[in-house]
């Protein structure tokens, strides 16, 4: 009895189990959770040419298709075009990040600079999740070849929880620094063209000896760095390089023409501390044109002309500084200097 | 699988009839059956007696029998819900006491077409008695069933009059959205006393197209129901093969069994309330509060005077039109006082019985202007002369009227609209600019449905052991809408809309069944049948604008540019063929085997697609009949049950496999006809199929007193019917495939239980029914890994992947709300905070939502989007209570829904309508939410008030975590109390039986869910503001039986 009892629940059970081992057998044949890695995720560009010495994002160069987001993404394989290993490219450097939003309406320089921190990272490298390239400001092309040196290769793994795929070949094509924009300098050999630029605008600003309006030829703005602080220092001279005083740019505001502190204003210059890039983001603000890229300064001021009139004349230059240093822009006039005394 | 079908008729029809009996001596027997529980006389008993047993008579309306029966021969009685008894024959006088019959296996079921005891099927199925539905006067018997099966979901979603929520049995069925989210319903196919009804097409939503959309069930009155019973596993249905794929529902209407005529009388009277309706800011307040809103948050002082100053909304209040506190929400919804009546007159015995049920119905809507009204006269006859041939013949005729106003049968937006406006805004009249109100309240929209059915079954006995059976149906099927919006609300020029649909439906079916038993031991059951269906339905429109004014209408085609119509594009004429056989096999009722082949021909299947071919496998064990279970009393039934199967459901249209034609323009002055270019043919196109596996195990223990119901399943739909957008290389730029799969599986429990002892004054009965279900996507078109649905009005996008829940929603994260500005995230690289994508961008300051940056890029755009939540519950199931003690009683039902994700878009509109405020929407107190006022703050709802971020950031946006929310609950549906009269009361009315009820419906939910109802919301989990909330409503209610 005892014997058919065992075999009565042995039965059952595996009745049971018989059941129970037949609908779990069906669910194994379903497809896993799986994200989507699809074939007509794509980078849309395959050669990149950061400037050296600024920060440099390239967003826009991703399409991901049908594939599930959040991707991740690596660079690997990063070498030269003959195959070798290009360390300087994976070795970690300091570079400068932010860490809280620069606004504009920063009181000092320290309050700036607590604004970012030093943190070591690859000077080249990809978004984790989004595909976007970034080259660091840190990136120098005393150690990184440019162009017309052919450059880098690399490949991009992107991966998630559906598989991977491999993105080959990339180029990445470094051009030289140039430390300041407009630039005098040829992109591709780093040599200097002109000694000097153009202003952005040039406005109702008559000539002294001529009483001819002045155009943007007539006067050369020029860039030089002459030391390692952190100044910005504005000159105006004449034909001979004799300075003209600034304050006879009356209309000007002076507190206002760049985001510096400390202003410095003698008859021969302007000079402020400032921090490094000039403008330090892209991102409008009072100091800024209307995209953000460059800082934008107005010198102004006003005369009594013929006739009675008021005349306002106005001098403008957008720019960019990225390296840090004493910096010195010189507005010269070549041929003659701009009439401020009344008609 | 064929040819062991032809065997089986083989076998069967070798065998040979039984002898007839010897002749006895006769006495007469009379006596008196009584109810054991209630001590009340049982009509319309049958006493049987003799082998093969023959019915000798029946009880009268007093329980009293008179029978001639052999001196030594043994009587049974048998009473459907009742132990049978069979005693032998002691003397001229017996008196009988029955008890009601508590074993959930001696249960009748229906199962392809022929009747069985639970115990010999192996299918699952769950039957609900006329009991469990009464005392609720609902339009549509299915919002009576929500909780009571495990395993069937239904949501009563829908509050409008006459129309169903949705029902689902087993998971969805199909994943495709229409519209802005809906999902394509998947009701079961509906058998009504053996004639199939669907419950799918146009009418159930009537959405797309301006029809009533009344759903043909809710034709069906309450009281005229004998029993629902539910076919869940694919055995089961398989036999209902050309649409069962998506479960069964038999529905079958009470039949007259007492000598006495009897007249029953059912009268409630019900009051319907509407919900609690969201409490809005009014008058003054209102106008301060938009004016504060200005102030504080334009972009400068003084472009907030400038905005408040011209806007005379805000700042003229002296000005009288402006100058109101208008309760918008009480003129749209109201109390309402309804009223049903029902009369059924049955009477008749097994040679000749007969039934009448007429009834009248209504329903006023919460919502003015809806209402629903039925009237019905239901008929059926049968009429058996012999044991050797039946007839039984049914006509049925309902005929139904409805309103919905200025809505349609799912959504009454004007409500939702309109029902929002600015309490400063007068009240409304037709020289004020609420024509939103106006549209929901002088729209005359006058529907009716009419539903003649009239039903043949014959039933021949050719010689013993072989039936031959044909039913024959024919339903007409009718529907009208007549819709009038005034000149004044349509740019002066009405709008009058006229619609005629009728659909005509012909069924046919013809089988031979053949019955064999040997030794009482082996017994085998052969049934082939073969069914025909043919169904044509036709719209017609007729469109005026502009007619001579609001009260005549006519004439017709005074202007042709004007006067439009024709009949509409779903013209459709379907014909289904299907053979079926079915084998049955027991052995002494502890073995059981069923075996079905099933073959479907459609109209719709692609020629190349040929007949759908579904076998069905099904085998039971009642392991407590074996005989070493023998020794173990205390275990009344155990068993186990499997089974395989497949089904279909045809899908498409006959447009879809052969393409269609248009007329086009004229070449040589003749009528061009062109290929319609729009969906290319596919002659491949086959039915959606269901292929389910289905384990299960029952059992009962202690006499009734517990019992259990386990069934696990897996289901698979295949062939899912999807429109998909093909290269523009092939002239054509869609076609419609079969290639989306889903899977669902789960597990169903249902325990009940009568805890008090048998002889305890107070009975009471428990049952609890829980089921999982999980869906997952297994095929998508083109073998892709993942589909995503865009919904472009709210951006609630579904993504459809490979492995996962097949409705997930894509939404962003909402991880908060930025409390300050300092926790805005910033880019190392560029310095810039976290913005909004675009040309032209946004960044995120404090008082905003903290949307996840998934992709890492400092940018918020469609690469953000995370897959996360389900629409469709896990868990679901219900509970039903019912005590009785002497003449009282007390039954209380609820049902609950879990692990649901809801996605709260009323309450996001609410948040939205902050975001202009110079427009003349109604506000809504925000006091109960936890948004952000002022920096520090740590708040859940981003700051409603700074309408300057409302089209920049969007933060109160539609398509994001914040406002998708647990949308589990328990709901108690229905609380009655009842009073049965005693006899003696009532005996010198006349009256047989009477009781008096009281019924609460719809009385509480329970939930976490912020808003209004988590259960009205659409089958994608969107509680959308234009829903047509349900009532609760309270009942009294007589039943009288002379």
């Given at each position: 009895?005892?014997?058919?009892?065992?075999?009565?629940?042995?039965?059952?059970?595996?009745?049971?189990?018989?059941?129970?081992?037949?609908?779990?057998?069906?669910?194994?044949?379903?497809?896993?959770?799986?994200?989507?890695?699809?074939?007509?995720?794509?980078?849309?560009?395959?050669?990149?040419?950061?400037?050296?010495?600024?920060?440099?994002?390239?967003?826009?160069?991703?399409?991901?298709?049908?594939?599930?987001?959040?991707?991740?993404?690596?660079?690997?394989?990063?070498?030269?075009?003959?195959?070798?290993?290009?360390?300087?490219?994976?070795?970690?450097?300091?570079?400068?990040?932010?860490?809280?939003?620069?606004?504009?309406?920063?009181?000092?320089?320290?309050?700036?600079?607590?604004?970012?921190?030093?943190?070591?990272?690859?000077?080249?490298?990809?978004?984790?999740?989004?595909?976007?390239?970034?080259?660091?400001?840190?990136?120098?092309?005393?150690?990184?070849?440019?162009?017309?040196?052919?450059?880098?290769?690399?490949?991009?793994?992107?991966?998630?929880?559906?598989?991977?795929?491999?993105?080959?070949?990339?180029?990445?094509?470094?051009?030289?620094?140039?430390?300041?924009?407009?630039?005098?300098?040829?992109?591709?050999?780093?040599?200097?063209?002109?000694?000097?630029?153009?202003?952005?605008?040039?406005?109702?600003?008559?000539?002294?000896?001529?009483?001819?309006?002045?155009?943007?030829?007539?006067?050369?703005?020029?860039?030089?760095?002459?030391?390692?602080?952190?100044?910005?220092?504005?000159?105006?001279?004449?034909?001979?390089?004799?300075?003209?005083?600034?304050?006879?740019?009356?209309?000007?505001?002076?507190?206002?023409?760049?985001?510096?502190?400390?202003?410095?204003?003698?008859?021969?210059?302007?000079?402020?501390?400032?921090?490094?890039?000039?403008?330090?983001?892209?991102?409008?603000?009072?100091?800024?044109?209307?995209?953000?890229?460059?800082?934008?300064?107005?010198?102004?001021?006003?005369?009594?002309?013929?006739?009675?009139?008021?005349?306002?004349?106005?001098?403008?230059?957008?720019?960019?500084?990225?390296?840090?240093?004493?910096?010195?822009?010189?507005?010269?006039?070549?041929?003659?200097?701009?009439?401020?005394?009344?008609? | 699988?064929?040819?062991?079908?032809?065997?089986?008729?083989?076998?069967?029809?070798?065998?040979?009839c039984h002898p007839a009996g010897a002749q006895q001596k006769k006495i007469t027997v009379s006596g008196t059956v009584i109810d054991a529980k209630e001590k009340k006389p049982l009509p319309g008993v049958l006493v049987r007696s003799g082998k093969p047993s023959i019915v000798l008579g029946q009880t009268d309306i007093k329980g009293n029998f008179t029978v001639k029966a052999d001196d030594d021969a043994e009587l049974t009685f048998n009473f459907i819900g009742f132990k049978s008894i069979t005693r032998k024959v002691t003397g001229p006088v017996m008196n009988i006491v029955m008890a009601e019959e508590v074993n959930a296996l001696k249960e009748t079921v229906i199962i392809g077409y022929s009747k069985k005891t639970k115990e010999v099927s192996t299918g699952s199925s769950v039957v609900i008695t006329a009991k469990d539905i009464q005392d609720a006067p609902v339009a549509n018997v299915l919002e009576l069933i929500q909780g009571k099966v495990a395993g069937l979901n239904i949501q009563n979603n829908n509050g409008t009059p006459g129309m169903a929520g949705s029902i689902n049995i087993r998971g969805i069925s199909n994943v495709n959205v229409s519209g802005s989210g809906f999902l394509t319903p998947t009701s079961p196919l509906f058998v009504v006393d053996g004639f199939p009804v669907d419950d799918n097409s146009n009418y159930s939503y009537g959405f797309d197209q301006a029809s009533p959309g009344l759903s043909p069930i809710s034709l069906i009155p309450t009281e005229d129901i004998q029993s629902i019973e539910i076919l869940k596993d694919a055995q089961a249905t398989s036999l209902y093969g050309s649409r069962g794929a998506y479960g069964v529902i038999l529905i079958t209407t009470k039949r007259g069994n007492s000598k006495v005529p009897i007249i029953k009388y059912t009268a409630n009277f019900t009051l319907a309330q509407p919900p609690a309706l969201r409490k809005v800011i009014g008058g003054k307040g209102e106008r301060l509060m938009r004016i504060d809103e200005i102030l504080q948050n334009d972009t400068n002082y003084y472009h907030a005077l400038n905005t408040i100053n011209s806007t005379p909304f805000l700042s003229d209040s002296l000005n009288a039109y402006y100058n109101n506190s208008t309760n918008w929400q009480a003129k749209y919804f109201r109390s309402t006082f309804n009223?049903?009546?029902?009369?059924?007159?049955?009477?008749?015995?097994?040679?000749?019985?007969?039934?009448?049920?007429?009834?009248?119905?209504?329903?006023?809507?919460?919502?003015?202007?809806?209402?629903?009204?039925?009237?019905?006269?239901?008929?059926?006859?049968?009429?058996?002369?012999?044991?050797?041939?039946?007839?039984?013949?049914?006509?049925?005729?309902?005929?139904?009227?409805?309103?919905?106003?200025?809505?349609?049968?799912?959504?009454?937006?004007?409500?939702?609209?309109?029902?929002?406006?600015?309490?400063?805004?007068?009240?409304?009249?037709?020289?004020?600019?609420?024509?939103?109100?106006?549209?929901?309240?002088?729209?005359?929209?006058?529907?009716?449905?009419?539903?003649?059915?009239?039903?043949?079954?014959?039933?021949?006995?050719?010689?013993?052991?072989?039936?031959?059976?044909?039913?024959?149906?024919?339903?007409?099927?009718?529907?009208?809408?007549?819709?009038?919006?005034?000149?004044?609300?349509?740019?002066?020029?009405?709008?009058?809309?006229?619609?005629?649909?009728?659909?005509?439906?012909?069924?046919?079916?013809?089988?031979?069944?053949?019955?064999?038993?040997?030794?009482?031991?082996?017994?085998?059951?052969?049934?082939?049948?073969?069914?025909?269906?043919?169904?044509?339905?036709?719209?017609?429109?007729?469109?005026?604008?502009?007619?001579?004014?609001?009260?005549?209408?006519?004439?017709?085609?005074?202007?042709?540019?004007?006067?439009?119509?024709?009949?509409?594009?779903?013209?459709?004429?379907?014909?289904?063929?299907?053979?079926?056989?079915?084998?049955?096999?027991?052995?002494?009722?502890?073995?059981?085997?069923?075996?079905?082949?099933?073959?479907?021909?459609?109209?719709?299947?692609?020629?190349?697609?040929?007949?759908?071919?579904?076998?069905?496998?099904?085998?039971?064990?009642?392991?407590?009949?074996?005989?070493?279970?023998?020794?173990?009393?205390?275990?009344?039934?155990?068993?186990?049950?499997?089974?395989?199967?497949?089904?279909?459901?045809?899908?498409?249209?006959?447009?879809?496999?052969?393409?269609?034609?248009?007329?086009?323009?004229?070449?040589?002055?003749?009528?061009?006809?062109?290929?319609?270019?729009?969906?290319?043919?596919?002659?491949?196109?086959?039915?959606?199929?269901?292929?389910?596996?289905?384990?299960?195990?029952?059992?009962?223990?202690?006499?009734?007193?517990?019992?259990?119901?386990?069934?696990?399943?897996?289901?698979?739909?295949?062939?899912?019917?999807?429109?998909?957008?093909?290269?523009?290389?092939?002239?054509?730029?869609?076609?419609?495939?079969?290639?989306?799969?889903?899977?669902?599986?789960?597990?169903?429990?249902?325990?009940?239980?009568?805890?008090?002892?048998?002889?305890?004054?107070?009975?009471?009965?428990?049952?609890?029914?829980?089921?999982?279900?999980?869906?997952?996507?297994?095929?998508?078109?083109?073998?892709?890994?993942?589909?995503?649905?865009?919904?472009?009005?709210?951006?609630?996008?579904?993504?459809?992947?490979?492995?996962?829940?097949?409705?997930?929603?894509?939404?962003?994260?909402?991880?908060?709300?930025?409390?300050?500005?300092?926790?805005?995230?910033?880019?190392?690289?560029?310095?810039?905070?976290?913005?909004?994508?675009?040309?032209?961008?946004?960044?995120?300051?404090?008082?905003?939502?903290?949307?996840?940056?998934?992709?890492?890029?400092?940018?918020?755009?469609?690469?953000?989007?995370?897959?996360?939540?389900?629409?469709?519950?896990?868990?679901?199931?219900?509970?039903?209570?019912?005590?009785?003690?002497?003449?009282?009683?007390?039954?209380?039902?609820?049902?609950?829904?879990?692990?649901?994700?809801?996605?709260?878009?009323?309450?996001?509109?609410?948040?939205?309508?902050?975001?202009?405020?110079?427009?003349?929407?109604?506000?809504?107190?925000?006091?109960?939410?936890?948004?952000?006022?002022?920096?520090?703050?740590?708040?859940?709802?981003?700051?409603?008030?700074?309408?300057?971020?409302?089209?920049?950031?969007?933060?109160?946006?539609?398509?994001?975590?914040?406002?998708?929310?647990?949308?589990?609950?328990?709901?108690?549906?229905?609380?009655?109390?009842?009073?049965?009269?005693?006899?003696?009361?009532?005996?010198?009315?006349?009256?047989?039986?009477?009781?008096?009820?009281?019924?609460?419906?719809?009385?509480?939910?329970?939930?976490?869910?912020?808003?209004?109802?988590?259960?009205?919301?659409?089958?994608?989990?969107?509680?959308?503001?234009?829903?047509?909330?349900?009532?609760?409503?309270?009942?009294?209610?007589?039943?009288?039986?002379?």
């Amino acid at each position: 009895m005892k014997h058919t009892y065992k075999l009565t629940a042995f039965s059952i059970l595996l009745a049971a189990l018989i059941v129970s081992v037949g609908i779990s057998g069906c669910l194994k044949n379903l497809p896993d959770d799986r994200e989507s890695i699809a074939t007509n995720t794509q980078f849309t560009q395959t050669v990149y040419s950061p400037v050296l010495g600024r920060n440099t994002l390239f967003d826009n160069n991703f399409s991901v298709g049908n594939s599930s987001q959040p991707l991740t993404f690596k660079i690997i394989n990063m070498r030269n075009r003959d195959g070798s290993a290009a360390p300087e490219l994976t070795q970690l450097f300091p570079v400068q990040v932010w860490t809280s939003p620069y606004l504009g309406d920063e009181k000092s320089i320290a309050e700036i600079e607590a604004k970012r921190k030093i943190e070591n990272h690859a000077l080249f490298e990809v978004r984790e999740h989004a595909g976007q390239f970034l080259m660091w400001a840190a990136a120098r092309s005393t150690f990184v070849k440019t162009q017309p040196d052919s450059g880098y290769v690399f490949d991009v793994e992107m991966s998630n929880s559906g598989g991977r795929r491999y993105f080959r070949d990339f180029k990445l094509m470094p051009l030289k620094e140039r430390e300041f924009e407009p630039s005098t300098l040829n992109a591709v050999t780093g040599l200097s063209q002109h000694t000097g630029l153009s202003s952005s605008d040039v406005e109702n600003i008559i000539g002294a000896k001529t009483n001819k309006f002045l155009s943007g030829d007539d006067i050369e703005v020029q860039f030089h760095k002459v030391g390692d602080g952190n100044s910005l220092k504005f000159k105006f001279v004449d034909s001979l390089y004799n300075p003209i005083d600034p304050a006879q740019f009356n209309l000007t505001k002076w507190d206002k023409l760049v985001h510096g502190f400390n202003m410095e204003k003698t008859n021969q210059y302007v000079k402020y501390t400032v921090a490094y890039p000039v403008p330090l983001i892209v991102y409008q603000t009072a100091y800024t044109n209307t995209s953000g890229d460059k800082a934008h300064v107005v010198f102004s001021y006003d005369r009594q002309a013929y006739g009675n009139i008021r005349s306002v004349s106005n001098l403008k230059l957008d720019f960019a500084i990225y390296e840090k240093g004493d910096w010195e822009i010189t507005f010269w006039f070549r041929n003659e200097s701009p009439k401020f005394i009344n008609d | 699988m064929r040819y062991s079908a032809i065997l089986f008729s083989l076998i069967a029809l070798l065998s040979f009839c039984h002898p007839a009996g010897a002749q006895q001596k006769k006495i007469t027997v009379s006596g008196t059956v009584i109810d054991a529980k209630e001590k009340k006389p049982l009509p319309g008993v049958l006493v049987r007696s003799g082998k093969p047993s023959i019915v000798l008579g029946q009880t009268d309306i007093k329980g009293n029998f008179t029978v001639k029966a052999d001196d030594d021969a043994e009587l049974t009685f048998n009473f459907i819900g009742f132990k049978s008894i069979t005693r032998k024959v002691t003397g001229p006088v017996m008196n009988i006491v029955m008890a009601e019959e508590v074993n959930a296996l001696k249960e009748t079921v229906i199962i392809g077409y022929s009747k069985k005891t639970k115990e010999v099927s192996t299918g699952s199925s769950v039957v609900i008695t006329a009991k469990d539905i009464q005392d609720a006067p609902v339009a549509n018997v299915l919002e009576l069933i929500q909780g009571k099966v495990a395993g069937l979901n239904i949501q009563n979603n829908n509050g409008t009059p006459g129309m169903a929520g949705s029902i689902n049995i087993r998971g969805i069925s199909n994943v495709n959205v229409s519209g802005s989210g809906f999902l394509t319903p998947t009701s079961p196919l509906f058998v009504v006393d053996g004639f199939p009804v669907d419950d799918n097409s146009n009418y159930s939503y009537g959405f797309d197209q301006a029809s009533p959309g009344l759903s043909p069930i809710s034709l069906i009155p309450t009281e005229d129901i004998q029993s629902i019973e539910i076919l869940k596993d694919a055995q089961a249905t398989s036999l209902y093969g050309s649409r069962g794929a998506y479960g069964v529902i038999l529905i079958t209407t009470k039949r007259g069994n007492s000598k006495v005529p009897i007249i029953k009388y059912t009268a409630n009277f019900t009051l319907a309330q509407p919900p609690a309706l969201r409490k809005v800011i009014g008058g003054k307040g209102e106008r301060l509060m938009r004016i504060d809103e200005i102030l504080q948050n334009d972009t400068n002082y003084y472009h907030a005077l400038n905005t408040i100053n011209s806007t005379p909304f805000l700042s003229d209040s002296l000005n009288a039109y402006y100058n109101n506190s208008t309760n918008w929400q009480a003129k749209y919804f109201r109390s309402t006082f309804n009223q049903t009546h029902n009369v059924e007159i049955s009477g008749g015995e097994n040679k000749f019985n007969y039934k009448v049920n007429t009834g009248y119905f209504s329903q006023k809507g919460i919502v003015e202007n809806t209402d629903f009204t039925r009237y019905n006269l239901n008929m059926n006859t049968l009429y058996q002369p012999n044991d050797r041939f039946k007839l039984s013949a049914a006509i049925n005729n309902q005929l139904a009227y409805n309103s919905t106003g200025g809505g349609n049968s799912l959504t009454q937006t004007g409500v939702a609209s309109s029902g929002a406006s600015s309490s400063l805004l007068p009240a409304p009249s037709l020289f004020t600019a609420s024509s939103g109100l106006l549209n929901t309240l002088s729209t005359q929209n006058d529907n009716k449905t009419v539903n003649i059915t009239a039903n043949l079954d014959l039933d021949v006995l050719i010689f013993k052991g072989l039936r031959a059976t044909n039913s024959f149906s024919f339903n007409y099927f009718s529907q009208g809408t007549e819709k009038l919006t005034p000149a004044a609300l349509n740019g002066d020029f009405n709008q009058l809309y006229n619609y005629f649909d009728r659909k005509n439906t012909l069924y046919n079916r013809t089988g031979l069944a053949y019955d064999k038993s040997f030794a009482n031991k082996h017994n085998f059951r052969l049934n082939v049948f073969g069914e025909l269906n043919s169904t044509n339905f036709r719209a017609d429109v007729i469109q005026q604008s502009g007619t001579p004014n609001d009260q005549i209408l006519g004439p017709l085609g005074y202007d042709w540019s004007k006067s439009l119509g024709g009949t509409l594009n779903n013209l459709s004429d379907l014909k289904t063929a299907s053979l079926a056989a079915a084998f049955s096999y027991n052995y002494k009722q502890i073995y059981v085997l069923d075996l079905s082949y099933r073959m479907d021909g459609s109209s719709t299947n692609g020629p190349d697609a040929g007949y759908s071919k579904n076998p069905s496998v099904g085998v039971r064990w009642n392991f407590n009949k074996e005989k070493f279970m023998q020794s173990f009393n205390w275990l009344d039934y155990s068993s186990l049950r499997f089974s395989y199967g497949k089904n279909i459901v045809p899908t498409g249209s006959v447009y879809d496999v052969y393409g269609r034609y248009v007329a086009g323009g004229n070449y040589n002055q003749d009528p061009t006809v062109n290929l319609d270019y729009g969906v290319i043919p596919n002659t491949g196109l086959t039915p959606t199929t269901t292929t389910q596996l289905n384990g299960g195990f029952d059992a009962g223990f202690l006499n009734g007193k517990f019992s259990v119901t386990m069934d696990a399943y897996y289901k698979q739909v295949d062939n899912m019917l999807r429109m998909k957008d093909i290269a523009n290389i092939n002239a054509f730029s869609q076609v419609s495939t079969n290639e989306m799969s889903v899977v669902n599986y789960g597990y169903e429990l249902t325990l009940t239980a009568r805890p008090l002892p048998t002889d305890s004054k107070l009975s009471w009965q428990l049952s609890v029914n829980a089921a999982f279900n999980k869906d997952v996507m297994v095929h998508l078109p083109d073998n892709v890994s993942q589909l995503l649905v865009v919904d472009p009005t709210t951006g609630q996008n579904i993504l459809y992947r490979l492995g996962r829940n097949s409705l997930s929603n894509v939404l962003l994260n909402t991880k908060g709300v930025y409390s300050s500005n300092s926790a805005v995230p910033v880019d190392p690289l560029t310095g810039l905070r976290y913005r909004t994508g675009g040309l032209v961008y946004t960044y995120f300051k404090q008082g905003d939502p903290a949307w996840t940056d998934v992709n890492g890029d400092y940018v918020l755009d469609a690469n953000d989007y995370v897959a996360v939540g389900n629409s469709q519950p896990l868990v679901t199931g219900g509970f039903t209570s019912s005590m009785q003690y002497g003449p009282f009683s007390l039954s209380i039902n609820g049902s609950f829904t879990a692990i649901r994700d809801v996605l709260n878009n009323d309450l996001a509109s609410r948040f939205q309508s902050f975001a202009n405020p110079t427009a003349q929407t109604g506000l809504v107190p925000l006091e109960a939410y936890n948004y952000w006022k002022t920096s520090g703050n740590n708040a859940t709802y981003p700051n409603p008030y700074d309408y300057t971020r409302a089209g920049k950031v969007s933060p109160f946006r539609y398509d994001q975590t914040l406002f998708q929310e647990d949308g589990s609950y328990l709901k108690i549906n229905q609380v009655t109390f009842f009073y049965n009269f005693k006899k003696a009361m009532i005996k010198r009315w006349n009256i047989s039986s009477a009781r008096i009820y009281v019924t609460a419906y719809n009385v509480h939910t329970f939930s976490n869910y912020s808003g209004a109802n988590p259960e009205n919301v659409t089958d994608l989990g969107r509680d959308i503001s234009g829903g047509y909330p349900t009532p609760r409503s309270y009942t009294l209610g007589l039943q009288v039986q002379f």
